[in-house]
């Protein structure tokens, strides 16, 4: 008997979703991992947004924020509330896009040099990137995120599609 | 009867934001756990930047060495000195330097330290006091010149370090900061030590 045309789609889309959840609580793990090894330079590259001034709240978000990470990128891994922890991912995607922007316009009127050509340590785990491949990754991570927000990304692990129940 | 989507759209939006706030509750009670259990975790009660949170982007550019640098400038408004790259030189070839007169204080993190430091200097990574003041502070009280230094550039450990030591007692004027750090030592092409102090694994300059 051939799978109808509507199951095959609903199969990729499946493991489409599957890989997107992954995918992104891996991002998240490992980037909160490289954070949370060396707090006190991700401390240092906060400090550089300029959005803080109280020395005791930076402590606070440096200290939390590569753990928090980590614990978001573990629950998409495994599935666990799924949609709620894809709106707070999206949530300081959105948030975390947004100051790289600003420092990178920042830093492009500094150094007088064409946006792409920007390369800083965003202190986004990763070192030091071009800005525009960085807004790049960022889009496409916010996109995964959204991906699974729309309610797609429920499924702890990818299951084949079930039998049809006996009529 | 045709069922309105409405209040059931908002019933699911409520939900998802019900299920964001519990993820972000346990989250950051998690997340502050950890801190607190890791041992490079962050002290919460401590303040890293005792010369202000404000970044240094938002400065001028931090000089390699000379005395009108905006570093030179608030070393000197805390009662310390700039120590340029002839200035370090000359108190590493200082005899005294054999005797712990003269101090070498590295105030890079541990790894940075073990791939490369100047010769005999001691580790003292301002943002873990704790590990290291039991041995640097006594020396630093016993020494007539201590020279602190961290990676050059725009890296502020050393100026904490300074600040640290100053603030434990250590008279102002007798430290000094070397602005180039170890970035400016080995690009002039001095020898720097690998490992731990005094491990004898001496990198030699080129030529």
Redesign the interface.
């Known amino acids: 008997m051939n799978a109808s045309p509507t199951s095959a789609l609903a199969k990729v889309l499946g493991v489409a979703t599957v890989l997107a959840r992954w995918t992104l609580g891996a991002f998240f793990v490992y980037m909160g991992a490289r954070k949370?090894?060396?707090?006190?330079a991700f401390?240092?590259l906060l400090?550089?947004?300029?959005l803080?001034?109280?020395?005791?709240a930076?402590?606070?978000i440096?200290?939390?924020?590569?753990?928090?990470e980590?614990?978001?990128g573990f629950?998409l891994l495994a599935g666990i509330?799924v949609?709620?922890?894809a709106?707070?991912v999206a949530a300081m995607l959105a948030f975390f896009t947004c100051v790289v922007l600003r420092r990178a316009l920042?830093?492009e009127t500094?150094l007088a040099v064409p946006f792409c050509a920007v390369k800083f340590d965003c202190g986004c785990g990763g070192g030091p990137e071009f800005i525009c491949a960085k807004l790049r990754e960022n889009a496409l991570l916010l996109g995964l995120a959204f991906w699974l927000?729309v309610g797609r990304g429920r499924c702890v692990l990818y299951q084949w599609p079930r039998r049809p129940e006996p009529v | 009867m045709i069922d309105d989507p409405a209040p059931r759209n908002q019933g699911r939006f409520g939900n998802?934001?019900?299920?964001?706030?519990?993820?972000?509750v346990?989250?950051?009670m998690?997340?502050?756990l950890?801190?607190q259990l890791?041992p490079?975790?962050?002290?919460?009660?401590?303040?890293?930047?005792p010369g202000g949170?404000?970044?240094?982007?938002?400065q001028p550019a931090r000089a390699q060495n000379g005395t009108n640098s905006p570093l030179a400038a608030r070393l000197q408004a805390n009662g310390l000195r700039l120590a340029a790259r002839a200035r370090a030189e000359q108190l590493f070839q200082d005899p005294r330097r054999q005797h712990n007169l003269v101090l070498f204080v590295d105030a890079r993190?541990e790894d940075d330290y073990q791939q490369g430091h100047i010769p005999g200097a001691y580790e003292f990574s301002p943002?873990h006091p704790e590990k290291y003041l039991a041995e640097v502070l006594p020396l630093c009280q016993f020494a007539e010149q201590i020279v602190v230094y961290c990676t050059g550039g725009d890296c502020?450990a050393s100026e904490t370090a300074a600040l640290y030591l100053k603030d434990a007692g250590i008279p102002a004027d007798k430290i000094w900061v070397y602005g180039g750090g170890i970035t400016e030592w080995t690009n002039a092409s001095f020898s720097v030590e690998r490992g731990v102090r005094n491990s004898g694994e001496i990198q030699p300059p080129p030529g």
Not at chain 1, 47 to 50: K, P
Not at chain 2, 53 to 58: E, S
Request: proline share 4%.
């Open positions: 949370a090894l060396a707090p006190v401390l240092e400090r550089e947004y300029d803080v001034h109280n020395w005791f930076l402590n606070a440096a200290s939390a924020l590569p753990w928090f980590i614990f978001c629950l509330a949609r709620g922890t709106l707070l920042a830093l500094v927000l | 998802l934001l019900r299920e964001a706030l519990v993820v972000a346990i989250g950051a998690a997340a502050f950890a801190n890791s490079r975790g962050l002290k919460l009660s401590r303040n890293y930047f949170t404000a970044p240094l982007t938002a993190d943002y502020e």
